[in-house]
């Protein structure tokens, strides 16, 4: 779930702008000088870029943190506990150069998933050359493979190899000025420079060529969603002109070789080509297992040999869907309150393994969903505690089963722990009362609204 965190922060932050109409000026001034500083499991701290605004930290916890937890959670189907940091509070802390040059690292690296190493990556038949070739262009970046172009389809490794280099690099230099950015990025940040002024030498189109020119290593993720645009296109070509005319190192990755991109401008799709091209295929059967047992060796989980040949023989595509596997089986297990069996393993992964049978929603699936969303188990939803971190899930749920089953109020009492109907209506009365509170309500309609999209996604 942290890998995806990073991958999805620009798609978050989007999100986020959408979903709460937050107005382009207030994004680009709040919203877009947040970055991921560090998670550690369900606890993410926001780093606050606020270097030009002066500190920011309190107006932006006190405005916009509910905005983004709840963007995060419909995104990634987790609830993170969020803390800020800001960097203009750290800078002012910072009293040494060396101190200030790493700030500096913070603010152009925010992106880089410091997990996504060479010694975390798994080397199989699929992807020996494109290791082989991103390491050696990690140890001589710009003097070997220029440029490095690693292709092939989803959750296969591309970007983990990519953030591999950039963090050996920075590792052992650290005076490299390393860039990683997703081509949806580097579109956006175009446009805004191009709309800020319709001048070639305005600052804004100074500063953005400024921050992608002044560096050693520019690795840019998902390449073919420039196709279709034209001054993205035009950007990036005397971009890649200038970093290559320099030596400086530039690593891309695409879902698809560069002969194949047929809307491509024909200038760009000659530089792809003009250094070394690399694939990823889907993994073997042998290095989905290793995968498997990293995974389980990294989070301590014990795991029948069956249940894991079970996964690595039924999804064979895509790693991003192995790891998610694991925490789908062992979050089951944990939510059932029951022992990693087989048959536990085939019903929580049935709609990974079977995606065309569609997930009955029962009153059980409704207790599972909401017990996740609040961190508490099933066991817990369905005893008779009282206290308000599980007292409120339980109505909540009551309150779901109500409306999205066509089950009785004595049906799901006795499904909830053998209660009596009219605690039934009791829950859902209650919940509908603060519904109709105006002042109260915003917070318990988010809280509904995520856990609706978690329940019935379609």
Known sequence: MENELYQRWEEILQHMKVSFDITDVSYRTFIKILSIYSVEDTNLTILIDDINIGNSKSFIEK????????????????HYEISYLSLAALDEQSKSRDQKKDMKKIRLNPSIN??????????????????????KVAEEPGDTYNPLFIYGGPGLGKTHLMHAVANYILGNDKNKEVLYVTSETFTNEIVDAVRDSKNEYSTARQEFRKKYR??????????????????????????????????????ISSDKHPSTMTMLEERLRSRFEMGLTVDIKPPTYETRMAILRKKVSEENIILDNKILDYIASNIVSNIRELQGAIIKVTSFSKLCDDDITMDLAREALADMISPDVKKEI??????????????????DLLSSKRNSNIAFPRHICMYLCRNITDISLMEIGSRLGNRHHSTILHSVELIEKKLKDESKNAELKKTLDVLNKKINPQ
């Open 362 to 379: 029962t009153v059980e699936y409704i207790a599972e969903t909401v017990a996740d969303h609040f961190g508490i188990t099933v066991k």
């Open 114 to 135: 410091p997990n996504y190493t060479f010694d975390t990556f798994i080397v199989g038949d699929n992807n020996d050359y494109a290791h082989a070739a991103s390491l």
């Open 214 to 251: 002044d560096i050693d290593v520019l690795l840019i993720d998902d390449i073919q969603f420039i196709i279709g645009k034209e001054s993205t296109q035009m950007e990036f070509f005397h971009t890649f002109n200038h970093l290559y005319e320099s030596h400086k190192q530039i690593i």
């Open 63 to 78: 405005k916009y943190n509910r905005f983004l937890s709840v963007a995060i959670e419909e995104i990634t189907g987790v």
